[in-house]
């Protein structure tokens, strides 16, 4: 049973960079078909997916983020990050990692990290 | 980007009524459209894929139909445990977008 679970820092100062590590277990991050997500949720509102990787492929982001996210897929520990820059209080949310199947769904996620961005 | 609408935004129904949720997409993504369930305080569950596949250990009363830019998921008999709020989500290009969510409540 794949098993995701995320970690980062709780609490954020405005204009820093968020660092969150989604941490893989009972599967491969180097699965074939499959990419790995990020998707945030501000508190009381709808889901807003961030970015995804393939293994050894090309990321892909959401515009509106583009320019001060990254992801990366790590085999070696199994992991997949996710770095936020320039973080405001509008990218508070709980941040969800999950397993995506090409054309198929996100079919795992994590728990989720709930980020709060304040001085 | 591919812009996903739902109606209705919240619904009110009766245990075992029949409940219908839209899903419009502003441009085609064939039959690539998801369904997710997510209760409070949890992280939102795969229900349906590409348009109509149950996923494994979903009851049959949840059902998927549609192709192109339209769809709808179905509840067939309205259980407490299916009080949560509903995306749709499409998976045919990237970005990936969700649907605003449709919150369904008992009455």
């Known amino acids: 049973q794949v098993q995701l679970q995320e970690s980062g820092p709780g609490l954020v100062k405005p204009s820093e960079t968020l660092s969150l590590t989604c941490t893989v277990s009972?599967?491969?991050?180097?699965?074939?078909?499959?990419?790995w997500s990020w998707i945030r949720q501000p508190p009381g509102k709808g889901l807003e997916w961030i970015a995804h990787?393939?293994?050894?492929?090309?990321?892909n982001y959401n515009p509106s983020l583009r320019s001060r996210v990254s992801i990366l897929v790590d085999a070696s520990k199994n992991q997949v990050s996710l770095n936020l820059s320039s973080v405001t209080a509008a990218d508070t949310a709980v941040y969800y990692c999950?397993?995506?199947?090409?054309?198929?769904?996100?079919?795992?996620w994590g728990q989720g990290t709930p980020v709060t961005v304040s001085s | 980007d591919i812009q996903l609408t739902q109606s209705p935004s919240s619904l009110s129904a009766s245990l075992g009524d029949r409940v219908t949720v839209t899903c419009r997409a502003s441009?085609?993504?064939?039959?690539?459209l998801n369904w997710y369930q997510q209760k409070p305080g949890k992280a939102p569950q795969l229900l349906i894929s590409?348009?109509?596949t149950l996923q494994s250990g979903v009851p049959s009363r949840f059902s998927g139909s549609g192709s192109g830019t339209d769809f709808t998921l179905t509840i067939s008999g309205l259980q407490p445990e299916d009080i949560a709020t509903y995306y749709c989500?499409?998976?045919?290009?990237?970005?990936?977008?969700f649907g605003p969510g449709t919150k369904v409540e008992i009455k």
């Open positions: 989500q499409q998976s045919y290009s990237t970005p990936r977008t």
């Open positions: 009972g599967g491969s991050v180097t699965i074939n078909g499959y990419s």
């Open positions: 590409v348009a109509s």
């Open positions: 441009q085609s993504v064939t039959t690539y």
């Open positions: 990787m393939y293994y050894g492929g090309n990321a």
């Open positions: 999950a397993r995506d199947k090409r054309f198929g769904g996100l079919d795992y």
